[in-house]
């Protein structure tokens, strides 16, 4: 869709213009319009609900969301760069495309949103991109199976002696990276050695559970169906997949223990014309705090804000990545060497699961 089809004017910006290497976004004069590349469904709904009609109404700025997977997005993305036709302001982005995609982001000025500042937890500001929600690569298990002695850790999902049973791991998404971490974690290397990653020490280890791997998931509603029908006992999930499990009634619970941190991020397109709007709605996604908690009650993800998580009972709050329990035990990847090594990493993983 070209731009020009969701544009009715296109707001003077001389002002902001001026302004905008001295002022806080949330006092810059705004376009009228910004349109937001994000993944649609529940969690598409759940921003439109929470924080793009409030951000419209609020700063009088038609927001305008187009639905489309993350992959397809840099490859839009890539085509408006070469004919010079930037449709989209704020793009989805996970931590290696901060470190791969430089080249087509905007560079972000922390001191410019106070509120990401006050109210998101610590590294929810990045030269490239703001936090969005966060959760982590977990283990989700089946409580009837293992009622007394329950799996912590990865070292756990290896031992099939100990906790038998068929195991599902990814075959989509970042897992060329997820998968090796967890098998050199389950191999006894500790979270500060793990990067660079050794490659023949995770794959060695990831030859021993292969064989009790009955399902390599492609999707977040597969990894789901495998834990209501019980083809697995175990599986590596995402957090909100996992938690969507549990609030269906299934025996399930998870482990934080050595997740990895799983963070989806906005980040402003270089060239955006509605730069002044895409940096205000940053801002204002931490501000407008009474929309955080039902937010993650909707899409089973934690937001990057310090402050809501405390106003969840604990035993809720632990369901999240950002409570204080949690989020220490999340690893947190090194997205510069995954970044620079992002092709050897396809590739072997493609050769070691298709031979």
């Not at 001389?14 to 590349?37: C, N, R, S």
């Not at 597969?222 to 697995?232: F, S």
Request: glycine share 8%.
């Amino acid at each position: 869709m070209p731009r020009n089809t969701w544009k009715w004017t296109a707001a003077p910006v001389a002002l902001a213009a001026v302004l905008a290497g001295t002022m806080p976004a949330a006092a810059e004069g705004l376009e009228d319009q910004m349109v937001i590349a994000t993944t649609g469904g529940l969690m598409g709904n759940a921003l439109a609900k929470y924080f793009y009609e409030p951000f419209g109404k609020a700063r009088d700025v038609e927001v305008v969301p187009v639905a489309i997977e993350v992959p397809d997005q840099w490859a839009r993305s890539e085509a408006m760069m070469r004919t010079g036709n930037i449709e989209f302001d704020i793009v989805t982005a996970t931590g290696p495309d901060l470190v791969a995609r430089t080249g087509m982001l905007e560079k972000i000025d922390c001191s410019r949103l106070p509120d990401v500042q006050k109210y998101g937890v610590s590294d929810a500001c990045t030269e490239y991109g703001v936090v969005r929600t966060t959760g982590g690569m977990l283990i989700n298990y089946n409580t009837d199976v293992f009622k007394d002695k329950a799996p912590k850790n990865w070292a756990d999902f290896w031992d099939v002696k100990t906790f038998p049973g068929p195991r599902g791991l990814p075959d989509t998404g970042d897992r060329d990276w997820w998968v090796p971490v967890a098998a050199l974690l389950a191999d006894g290397v500790k979270p500060a050695e793990l990067f660079p990653l050794d490659l023949d020490r995770a794959y060695k280890k990831l030859d021993e559970i292969r064989p009790h791997v009955a399902v390599w998931w492609k999707t977040g509603d597969q990894v789901q169906q495998i834990m209501r029908n019980k083809e697995v006992v175990m599986t590596m999930s995402y957090s909100g997949r996992a938690l969507a499990v549990i609030k269906e009634g299934i025996p399930a619970a998870m482990s934080w223990d050595g997740a990895i941190r799983d963070t989806g991020y906005m980040a402003i397109l270089k060239g955006a014309p509605d730069k002044n709007a895409a940096m205000a709605y940053l801002d204002f996604f931490y501000a407008n705090v009474d929309s955080h908690v039902p937010f993650m009650r909707d899409v089973n993800y934690a937001t990057g804000s310090k402050t809501v998580i405390e106003l969840l009972k604990p035993e809720e709050r632990n369901l999240f990545a950002t409570s204080p329990e949690n989020y220490e035990k999340l690893i947190k990847p090194d997205f510069a060497w995954i970044g620079a090594h992002r092709d050897e990493l396809r590739q072997r993983w493609t050769a070691w699961l298709t031979r």
